[in-house]
């Protein structure tokens, strides 16, 4: 039984595809490399840059394989102003830049498809307003959106508790920002689905309307939005470092990998460029593969494409 | 019809362009980190504010290169036998707007600059009323012999009566806008031209100026520039012709560079860290709400000996910086020289220190910073609250630009804040009187003092220090004011800020300690 798990796994169009696309493969051995580095940065990191005790300002910007001139400490790829290692602080980073992408899509998706669903099944006054909804604010900029958002929830949680809020109300701001694809694409898809025939049948046979929705149309939408949420966790996670990079984002006490760009970008004239370089290097290798991944995605789950 | 719009846009884009070929030979354009908050120069008691409008405005006495008093709109000055002092004005200046300056603007400048409303009103504190005796000579009567008053008031900048009351100005306004934070009306070598918060601020010279011109400036441009990569980067490319300042870490590549130069100094601001010595609980992180710790002033000395301020000079200022253990820097006037000693750096003693305070396992707070207002003024806080951490308390670090800081500290959103001084005077008297006597607005004392610090012994001793003529007993109660804060860990200074500004070749320019950017000095060659 479970052998035949496996051979029929081995043997779909899905994973041949997979082993066929070289960009695929190689763009998931780094996303792969990238969210191991992060699940396990506690082990592989040196020290832990999101605590301050561990600091030693004197460690501050050593150059890469150089010894420190004042402590002689060595450092893979260098230490910022601060005295955080770059790399440990890169694997932190990578791990808040993840995590925030993927509650921030994860929340935009549940959003999105109920939103979606609701709009494309009962329709009337509550799917067009819903829509228009959806419409107005995809005339905003999703960054202009996210950083809207995140002024507007950071005003309103009390100032002790800012800090510690100041994650989840990242999330909430780039969710926010992103759930308008979802939505969009979920409802035309349901529009189509709900004339099909077992739609009609169930409804005949007196099924309740959300259990339509979830148990028969959902299944039916869900190869569309899971090309839109890899593309999306992209997104997110750029929207992110844009933040961060803007100072609007995360904490400066606990760098993301746009905070550290940020910071970075203030050493370029004196000549400390790694303080900007590897974690610029890392964005890049993460965005750009999770973005391949999802465009392969998108071809391999395109039935015309084949 | 449509012909006369195309012919008008010909002419004015002709114009325009005539504009601009006659401007660029001598439009000097500087940029900062700090964009002045105002242009109304009794609102906001800082330097950005006060160094750009000593361009427009003027005051009674003004500073010369060597940071001596001369006249300015006052031409002579002499004391009124230990009453006060009497000042001849000047005749036959004008404001920008062509009316004519007399001594009722300099009482109706005095009447603004000493209001509530107003951020100067310490400056006046000394004054019991000032008497006009005819239209250019005026009396400014004190409390006490004070001798050093004309030195104190090189930035009391006199504005025009009628200009101001017609404009619905006659008090100056912090926060809130009104004609004269976004319009000037000054008898300065300058005057306003343009004026757009936090973009860009345009002067040109004011040709009925009573001065003798000494710069070859027809336009001059400000721009604000946050980042500091970006504003190297603008002096490099050409874009501007001065920036203040240099980022310390970018001072030694620029000095090889051909094209620019770096022009520095030691300024006269002292960094230090503020505590919240009146409130009765912490506001911010896991304790907020629970007794407000820094009260004790054994948690303050804590403070002190765990920031390793040596660490911070070697590493984040690129040993620019000179240690600081007073409110004022050694080269200010009154500094006391036999305590110059800062806390030694020493975990250990600190984490004693809160032991014995009863917080051997340390505390959470929050610590506000700016993050545009001194060299690198988020990296520091950002080291200070790892220092702090280290011996055990917490600091949750907030960064945030001076337009929204001042408001903040003024609302006592804080538990412990981030300060730069830099005494206008020139003297160890003016930090006393701002930043360590008792808050007191009809005195006009304290007006900077977020924290409301008050300690009796320098509260009775501040009149006696600015009546006090013989040097030396003047001197010893300076000396006794700076060990009373020393002692009460007060404030926690750090260290004295260096002043590194960067201009092109080309560019001819004085730099005093105050950092201010006088442009009646300036020829762009």
Request: proline share 9%; hydrophobic share 35%; net charge negative.
């Given at each position: 039984m479970i052998k035949s798990t496996i051979t029929r796994t081995l043997d779909s169009d899905f994973l041949w595809s997979f082993r066929r696309s070289k960009l695929a493969m190689g763009s998931f051995v780094v996303v792969f490399l990238l969210l191991a580095g992060a699940l396990f940065s506690p082990f592989i990191?040196?020290?832990?840059?999101?605590?301050?005790?561990?600091?030693?300002?004197?460690?501050?910007?050593s150059a890469p394989m150089e010894p420190n001139a004042f402590t002689g400490d060595q450092f893979w790829l260098g230490s910022d102003g601060q005295g955080r290692d770059i790399f440990s602080t890169i694997l932190y980073g990578l791990r808040l830049s993840l995590f925030v992408g993927f509650m921030a899509v994860a929340f935009a998706l549940v959003l999105g498809v109920s939103m979606g669903l609701i709009a494309g099944y009962v329709g009337g006054w509550i799917g067009a307003t819903i829509m228009r909804i959806a419409d107005v604010q995809l005339t905003f900029p999703a960054i202009l959106v996210a950083m809207l958002i995140f002024g507007i929830a950071k005003g309103i949680t009390p100032v002790d508790m800012r800090e510690e809020m100041a994650i989840w109300v990242l999330i909430l701001a780039i969710g926010l920002s992103d759930w308008v694809q979802f939505a969009r694409v979920v409802r035309g898809a349901t529009l189509v689905e709900k004339n099909k025939e077992y739609v009609q049948a169930a409804r005949l046979i007196g099924r309740h309307p959300a259990f339509i929705m979830i148990r028969h149309i959902l299944p039916n939408v869900l190869g569309p939005v899971m090309v839109i949420a890899t593309i999306s966790l992209a997104l997110a996670i750029i929207a992110e470092a844009t933040l961060s990079y803007l100072g609007v984002g995360a904490p400066v006490t606990q760098p993301s990998l746009g905070t550290l760009i940020r910071i970075g970008q203030g050493f370029l004239f004196s000549g400390e460029w790694w303080i900007l370089l590897f974690p610029a290097l890392t964005l890049l290798a993460l965005a750009l593969s999770v973005n391949l991944l999802g465009d392969w995605l998108r071809d391999a789950l395109n039935p015309r494409l084949r | 019809m449509k012909s006369t719009i195309t012919l008008s846009l010909c002419i004015a884009a002709l114009t325009a362009n005539l504009a601009v070929g006659a401007a660029n030979a001598e439009t000097f354009r500087w940029a900062s980190s700090t964009d002045p908050q105002t242009m109304d120069p009794h609102a906001v008691n800082s330097s950005p504010v006060l160094g750009f409008l000593n361009n427009v405005y003027e005051g009674l006495v003004r500073r010369d290169q060597a940071m001596a008093i001369e006249g300015a709109l006052a031409q002579s000055w002499e004391p009124l036998d230990d009453k006060g002092w009497r000042f001849h004005l000047r005749k036959g200046v004008k404001f920008h707007d062509g009316s004519d300056f007399t001594a009722e603007d300099v009482l109706f400048s005095y009447q603004r600059a000493s209001?509530?409303?107003?951020?100067?009103?310490?400056?006046?504190?000394?004054?019991?009323e000032v008497r006009i005796v005819d239209d250019h000579t005026i009396d400014f009567l004190t409390k006490a012999p004070n001798p050093i008053f004309p030195d104190s008031i090189a930035n009391f900048m006199i504005m025009d009566k009628g200009w101001s009351e017609a404009n619905n100005a006659a008090l100056p306004s912090k926060e809130v806008e009104n004609h004269a934070t976004l319009n000037t009306n000054g008898t300065g070598a300058f005057k306003l031209v343009d004026r757009q918060p936090g973009l860009k601020t345009v002067l040109e010279p004011h040709d009925g100026w009573w001065g003798e011109k000494q710069h070859n400036i027809t336009r001059a441009e400000f721009t604000p520039i946050q980042n500091p990569a970006t504003s190297v980067a603008a002096l490099l490319s050409g874009?501007?012709?001065?920036?203040?300042?240099?980022?310390i870490q970018d001072a030694a590549r620029l000095k090889e560079r051909d094209g620019v130069k770096v022009i520095d100094g030691i300024e006269a601001r002292v960094i230090m860290l503020g505590f919240p010595?009146?409130?009765?609980?912490?506001?911010?992180?896991?304790?907020?709400?629970?007794?407000?710790?820094?009260?004790d002033q054994r948690v303050r000395a804590a403070v002190s000996h765990a920031v390793n301020v040596d660490a911070i000079l070697k590493t984040i200022m690129r040993g620019a910086a000179q240690p600081a253990s007073q409110l004022v820097s050694p080269a200010m006037r009154g500094y006391s020289a036999s305590l110059s000693e800062r806390p030694a750096y020493d975990p250990e003693l600190a984490r004693k220190l809160l032991a014995e305070a009863g917080y051997p396992d340390g505390f959470s707070f929050g610590l506000k910073c700016p993050?545009?207002?001194?060299?690198?003024d988020e990296a520091v806080c950002q080291a200070i609250a790892a220092m702090l951490s280290q011996v055990g308390i917490k600091a949750e670090l907030e960064a945030m630009p001076v337009r929204t800081y001042w408001p903040e500290l003024r609302a006592d959103n804080f538990d412990m804040y981030l300060l730069g001084w830099s005494p206008g005077t020139f003297d160890a008297e003016h930090p006393l009187r701002f930043l360590a006597s008792t808050p007191n607005k009809e005195k006009k004392l304290g007006s900077w003092n977020f924290g409301d610090f008050s300690n009796i012994a320098i509260d009775s001793m501040l009149p006696n220090i600015q009546s006090e003529i013989d040097d030396g007993k003047r001197q010893m109660m300076l000396d006794h004011s700076a060990k009373v804060l020393q002692d009460e860990n007060a404030y926690v200074p750090l260290y004295v800020q260096p002043l590194v500004w960067g201009a092109r070749d080309n560019i001819d320019l004085t730099q005093r300690p105050d950092n201010f950017v006088i442009l009646r000095w300036i020829n762009v060659n």
């Open positions: 990191a040196t020290h832990n840059p999101y605590d301050m005790t561990t600091l030693n300002l004197m460690n501050g910007f | 209001s509530e409303a107003a951020d100067t009103s310490s400056w006046f504190s000394p004054i019991s874009d501007v012709d001065m920036i203040n300042p240099v980022p010595h009146g409130a009765d609980a912490l506001k911010y992180g896991a304790d907020a709400g629970k007794p407000n710790p820094f009260k993050n545009d207002r001194y060299l690198n």
